[in-house]
């Protein structure tokens, strides 16, 4: 059995978790005045022009038919517009 934490090591576990919680109200916060969840806030955020589907799902760090989920309902608030890649279908 490893050995348990020591009390420093809590501690920063503890404030890691609080800033985490911070953040996570702080994004909503942003959002909710758009119409947006957080998760539809940071998609935009990790929107360039052009940008494969792919890149925004390893910005998010999330898996790429969510993110396409993501796209898809803030494609129908009019927020983005998808276009084809001549060269790139995926993108």
């Known amino acids: 059995m490893p050995?348990?934490?020591?009390e420093v090591s809590k501690e920063v576990l503890g404030l890691f978790a609080a800033i985490n919680r911070r953040y996570l109200?702080?994004?909503?916060?942003?959002?909710?005045p758009h119409n947006l969840?957080?998760?539809q806030a940071k998609a935009l955020l990790a929107i360039e022009d052009p940008v494969p589907m792919?890149?925004?799902?390893?910005?998010?760090?999330?898996e790429p038919?969510?993110?396409?989920?993501?796209?898809?309902?803030?494609?129908?608030s009019g927020l983005v517009e998808r276009s084809p890649d001549p060269a790139d279908r995926r993108v």
């Open 65 to 76: 038919s969510n993110v396409t989920a993501i796209i898809d309902r803030l494609e129908s």
């Open 54 to 62: 792919r890149r925004i799902a390893e910005r998010l760090h999330a």
């Open 37 to 39: 969840t957080p998760l």
């Open 3 to 6: 050995n348990p934490p020591d």
């Open 25 to 32: 109200q702080d994004c909503e916060a942003a959002a909710t």
